[in-house]
């Protein structure tokens, strides 16, 4: 258990509003990583972070901002919701000592 | 863009099989791991092979990575329908990235 948290767990929004999720970690993490998951996608890269403020994009950025100003704190920002972000979304941490990501339990965002 | 094939897509067997799960691609990994995911959770790693040639056991599981660090496979023996989930593999990038294969959903029927 690396100490991952979610919030919200699930949301329902409308087109054109912003819609912010949060990813919390309990043990000091340096990276920090935002996927969509949706089917027949696998795990795609949105944004992941290396260190507090910064922060690079992924695979399929366009359309999310991201901020970390606390290492335990990593945030996913929709700046105008649409519907083909209706997906869910998980949050990983790197722990570099076993080289491994371990997840959050995600977050099921859908927009109407 | 590297990109992870994973194969099948989909596989429903019956109890006491045996199966066999591949992820292929044409570029090199620095490491392979592999997941496992329930509904409604997150991934969680079931094992990181690393090494040309390398094969890893986790009880009735069986990981080996390519020798060119290409490709991998998992091999399931006698498949109870405790292993029904969705599993998912994934090679990482020099960067730490990791490029991911879009899953086997996994139904193992009693």
């Known amino acids: 258990d690396a100490g991952i948290t979610q919030s919200p767990r699930h949301k329902v929004t409308e087109t054109g509003t912003p819609v912010t999720l949060r990813c919390h970690q309990t043990e000091n993490h340096r990276y920090m990583y935002w996927y969509r998951q949706d089917p027949g996608h696998g795990l795609r890269l949105i944004h992941y972070s290396y260190g507090v403020k910064d922060t690079d994009k992924g695979e399929v950025s366009d359309g999310y901002s991201v901020s970390r100003s606390k290492t335990e704190d990593f945030l996913l920002t929709l700046e105008s919701a649409t519907s083909s972000q209706t997906s869910v979304y998980f949050c990983a941490i790197r722990d570099t000592s076993q080289e491994t990501q371990y997840f959050g339990p995600g977050t099921r965002l859908l927009v109407l | 863009t590297q990109l992870l094939e994973q194969s099948p897509q989909f596989l429903s067997i019956q109890e006491g099989e045996n199966l066999t799960v591949y992820c292929n691609s044409s570029s090199v990994f620095s490491s392979l791991q592999w997941y496992r995911q329930e509904p409604g959770e997150g991934p969680v790693l079931l094992v990181t092979?690393?090494?040309g040639g390398e094969v890893k056991k986790l009880k009735r599981l069986t990981f080996q990575f390519g020798d060119a660090r290409k490709d991998s496979s998992l091999h399931i023996t006698a498949a109870q329908p405790g292993d029904t989930g969705l599993y998912l593999c994934?090679?990482?990038?020099?960067?730490?990235?990791?490029?991911w294969g879009a899953g086997t959903k996994l139904i193992i029927k009693p």
């Open positions: 092979v690393v090494t």
């Open positions: 994934a090679g990482e990038e020099s960067n730490y990235q990791l490029i």
